[in-house]
């Protein structure tokens, strides 16, 4: 009885190591920004200071549900946005907290402001202005019901 029981504890908590964490906007926002002079492009960009929550999820499959944004004519920059296209962060509503650069190994057949929930490996960033804050490496997606 006891191997049985001692069995379906570890199966259980196996199948906990494998399976994505399903985190929200919310969890993103546990940021702070301070000014950082990059001397490479002569200017201030905001630098993030991840809260200790958002770095435990650093190197570990996500899934997130936002707004699918195709920005790129040549189809390889998209990105994942708490709001549709009309107030992302580009547009001045909300901050870089706001949007996750998305790496597919194939285009995604999603089209703008669709709602999707995407999975994929966190990346933290703070050093490289060429990319966002936060970066999901090995993404899946599939439209949100």
């Known amino acids: 009885m006891k191997?049985?029981?001692?069995?379906?504890?570890l199966f259980q908590?196996?199948?906990?190591?494998?399976?994505?964490?399903?985190?929200?906007?919310?969890?993103?926002?546990?940021?702070?920004?301070?000014?950082?002079?990059f001397p490479d492009y002569?200017?201030?960009f905001l630098y993030?200071?991840?809260?200790?929550?958002?770095?435990?999820?650093?190197g570990k499959e996500v899934?997130?549900?936002g707004y699918f944004l195709d920005v790129d004519p040549m189809g390889k920059i998209f990105i994942l946005s708490k709001g549709p296209m009309s107030s992302c962060f580009?547009?001045?509503v909300g901050?870089?907290?706001?949007?996750?650069?998305?790496?597919?190994?194939s285009k995604p057949d999603f089209k703008t402001d669709d709602i999707v929930t995407i999975k994929g490996v966190l990346k933290l960033n703070s050093d490289d202005v060429e990319h966002f804050n936060y970066i999901l490496t090995t993404c899946k997606g599939e439209k949100a019901d």
């Open 3 to 9: 191997n049985k029981i001692l069995i379906i504890l």
């Open 13 to 37: 908590f196996s199948s906990l190591c494998f399976s994505q964490i399903n985190i929200t906007w919310d969890d993103l926002a546990k940021v702070e920004y301070t000014e950082k002079y």
């Open 42 to 44: 002569g200017e201030y």
């Open 48 to 58: 993030p200071s991840f809260s200790s929550s958002v770095k435990s999820l650093e």
């Open 63 to 65: 899934a997130i549900t």
């Open 90 to 92: 580009f547009c001045g």
């Open 95 to 105: 901050g870089p907290e706001t949007a996750i650069e998305l790496q597919f190994a």
